[in-house]
């Protein structure tokens, strides 16, 4: 059975920062891109960072780019999601997905598998 479990999240003050963590089992992902997506209550699911399959190039949000890296371990079949100068907008329940081919997508779209998510909540 594939799973993604994300770890990592919790209740942090605006400027602070967190790193989620997102292990996947039953399967290596080591040839598909990851991603993170969050989505806030009453709103859709956004795309926040994304990975190659390599670890060597990646795509992020216009709202975190400067503030969020990710990256992987292929090794431990795990990705990351450093998270910087967090601010209150960022509050949200943050998903971890497998994509479907080597390369970063920005669209939920180009993701098969998804982790059950983990919640951030950043207080002003």
């Known amino acids: 059975q594939v799973q993604l479990v994300e770890s990592g999240g919790g209740l942090v003050q605006a400027g602070g920062s967190l790193r989620l963590s997102c292990a996947a089992s039953?399967?290596?992902?080591?040839?598909?891109?990851m991603g993170w997506f969050r989505q806030a209550p009453g709103a859709v699911r956004h795309f926040v960072a994304a990975?190659?399959?390599?670890?060597?190039?990646?795509s992020y949000a216009d709202s975190v780019k400067g503030r969020f890296t990710i990256s992987r371990d292929n090794a431990k079949n795990t990705v990351y999601l450093q998270m910087n100068s967090l601010k209150p907008d960022d509050t949200a329940v943050y998903y971890c997905?497998?994509?479907?081919?080597?390369?970063?997508?920005?669209?939920?779209?180009?993701?098969?598998?998804w982790g059950q998510g983990t919640q951030v909540a950043v207080s002003s």
């Open positions: 997905a497998a994509g479907k081919g080597r390369y970063e997508s920005d669209s939920a779209e180009g993701y098969n598998f």
């Open positions: 990975i190659n399959w390599s670890g060597d190039s990646t």
């Open positions: 039953g399967r290596s992902f080591r040839g598909n891109a």
